[in-house]
C-alpha cells in the first residue's frame, strides 16, 4: 500500500518535469540573447560585420539562429512526448486506463509511446503465447525519438569548418601583398599593411564565431539528447512493468 501510494504520487510530481527540457532551452537561449544584446550594445558586432569582408561570420551566425529554432522544435516535440507517456503511466497506475480494444475504447493518449505500446498488442495477438520480446520494436522507438537529433552534430561541426575557413581565407588576404611588397614605397606599404590588417580581423572574428557558435549548439543538443534519453527510458519502464505483464497475462488466459 505505501509503494503504490510513493508511486502514485511520483507519477502526479512529474508533469513538472515534462517541461524541463523547454525551461533549460528557454534559460540558455535566453541568456545567449542577452550576451548579444550586450555585445551589440558595446559595438563589438557592428565590429565584426564591418571587419569580416568574406562575411562568413555573418553566415555562422544565421546558421546558429536556424539550428537552434530546430533544436527547439525537437524540444517541444519531446516535452510532448514525455508529458503523453506520463498520462499514460498515471492513467494505469490509478486504473482509469487500459489498453483499447477493437472497439478503441480507453484509447491511449496520442505520441510514440502510445503507437509503441500498439506495436507491442498487436504482436503479442499475433505470435499468441510465450514471452514477449520487444527489442527490435524499442530499437525502432528510439530511432523515431532521436528522429532529427543528430543534425546537432551536423550543425555543430559545420559552423567550427566555416570558422576555420574563414581562418584560412583571412591568412590568404592577410599574405597576399607580402609577395609585391617593396620596403622603400611608404603608400605601398601602407597599402599593404592595411590589407594585411583586414585579412587577420577576418581570420579572428569568423573563428571566434565559429567556435562559440558550435559550441552553443552543441550545448543545446546535448540537453536536447538527454531529455531524449529520458523519455526512452520512461518508455522502457512503463511497457516493461505494466504493458508486458498485462499482455503475457491476457495471451495465457
Known amino acids: 500500500m505505501i509503494a503504490s501510494f510513493i508511486s502514485r504520487t511520483d507519477v502526479r510530481q512529474r508533469p513538472t518535469a515534462d517541461r524541463a ?118 530499437r525502432g522507438l528510439a530511432d523515431k525519438l532521436r528522429s532529427s537529433n543528430a543534425l546537432g552534430a551536423f550543425a555543430g561541426d559545420t559552423l567550427m569548418k566555416l570558422g576555420l ?31 594585411m590588417s583586414d585579412g587577420m580581423a577576418v581570420a579572428m572574428y569568423t573563428t571566434l564565431a565559429g567556435l562559440a557558435g558550435s559550441i552553443m549548439v552543441k550545448i543545446q543538443y546535448y540537453a536536447l539528447d538527454a531529455a531524449t534519453a529520458q523519455v526512452f527510458s520512461q518508455a522502457v519502464t512503463l511497457t516493461e512493468t505494466r504493458i508486458v505483464p498485462i499482455l503475457e497475462r491476457q495471451n495465457v488466459g
Open 21 to 138: 527540457p523547454l525551461l533549460r532551452w528557454m534559460i540558455f537561449t535566453g541568456l545567449t540573447i542577452f550576451a548579444a544584446a550586450l555585445l551589440w550594445h558595446f559595438g563589438f558586432i557592428k565590429l565584426m560585420v564591418a571587419s569580416d569582408r568574406t562575411h562568413i561570420s555573418s553566415v555562422i551566425c544565421v546558421l546558429y539562429v536556424a539550428a537552434s529554432l530546430h533544436c527547439l522544435w525537437r524540444t517541444i516535440s519531446i516535452s510532448r512526448e514525455a508529458e503523453a507517456g506520463n498520462r499514460i503511466e498515471r492513467g494505469f497506475a490509478d486504473g482509469s486506463l487500459v489498453l483499447a480494444d477493437e472497439a478503441g475504447r480507453n484509447a491511449l493518449p496520442p505520441g510514440l509511446i502510445a503507437d509503441h505500446i500498439r506495436n507491442l498488442q498487436l504482436k503479442a495477438q499475433t505470435q499468441g503465447q510465450g514471452r514477449l520480446d520487444q527489442t527490435l520494436l524499442l
Open 165 to 195: 575557413l574563414g581562418t584560412i581565407i583571412g591568412f590568404i588576404i592577410m599574405l597576399a601583398p607580402i609577395a609585391g611588397l617593396d620596403a622603400g614605397d611608404r603608400a605601398l606599404m601602407k597599402s599593404s599593411m592595411g590589407l
